[in-house]
T-cell receptor, first 117, second 109 residues
């Protein structure tokens, strides 16, 4: 299993540009989510999905769109990049209701470091 | 006020020391996740627990749901344990994780 993969690893954008961060998982997890991590703050939820065709907003959704056309893929779109979106972005996946078994945990992708100039 | 408080925020230890990181949270939860973030940025799951204690190698996690508190212990610490440790309770309502800001641990040889 590749686990959770994210591309690209690094990206520099100019203000106003748009782009898509890709995320894929091969564990057949129902639940996928996007977080951003900023210095001095905990991970914050941007958007999440509980299954194909179902998405919902998290804590900080403004400026981002998501879609979930398949179980495996959950792309994050920046509509018009702003310097405030400079951050490290993590995609994660898990079973919808995590149990206590060794695989009932949340798996994180390697992250995308985004800089908006 | 942050719903998740971790202490200490920064910790420096000598190799071999016993380390404790604490996590307190303010809302009802169904489980709690301990994560490790390496200096390169990758995030790895350590434990998911909802009661009592779990042990994996030199790592031990405990939780008291009623007291809204969890601890992560590292026995015989080693420089490779240097990382940021993040506590992430799973809210009982909404089924969402929320995250502490982490404890930065440095273990000196």
């Amino acid at each position: 299993n590749a686990g959770v993969t994210q591309t690209p690893k690094f990206q520099v954008l100019k203000t106003g540009q748009s782009m898509t961060l890709q995320c894929a998982q091969d564990m057949n997890h129902e639940y996928m989510s996007w977080y951003r991590q900023d210095p001095g703050m905990g991970l914050r939820l941007i958007h999440y999905s509980v299954g194909a065709g179902i998405t919902d907003q998290g804590e900080v959704p403004n400026g981002y769109n998501v879609s979930r056309s398949t179980t495996e893929d959950f792309p994050l779109r920046l509509l018009s990049a702003a310097p405030s979106q400079t951050s490290v972005y993590f995609c994660a996946s898990r079973h919808k209701t995590p149990g206590m078994g060794p695989t009932d945990t949340q798996y994180f992708g390697p992250g995308t470091r985004l800089t908006v100039l | 006020k942050n719903e998740v408080e971790q202490s200490p925020q920064n910790l420096t230890a000598q190799e071999g020391e016993f380390i404790t990181i604490n996590c307190s949270y303010s809302v009802g939860i169904s489980a709690l996740h301990w994560l490790q973030q390496h200096p390169g940025g990758g995030i790895v799951s350590l434990f998911m627990l909802s009661s009592g204690k779990k042990k994996h190698g030199r790592l031990i996690a405990t939780i008291n749901i009623q007291e809204k508190h969890s601890s992560l212990h590292i026995t015989a610490s080693h420089p490779r344990d240097s990382a940021v440790y993040i506590c992430a309770p799973l809210k009982g309502v909404g089924n969402q994780f929320y995250f502490g800001t982490g404890t930065s641990l440095t273990v000196i040889p």
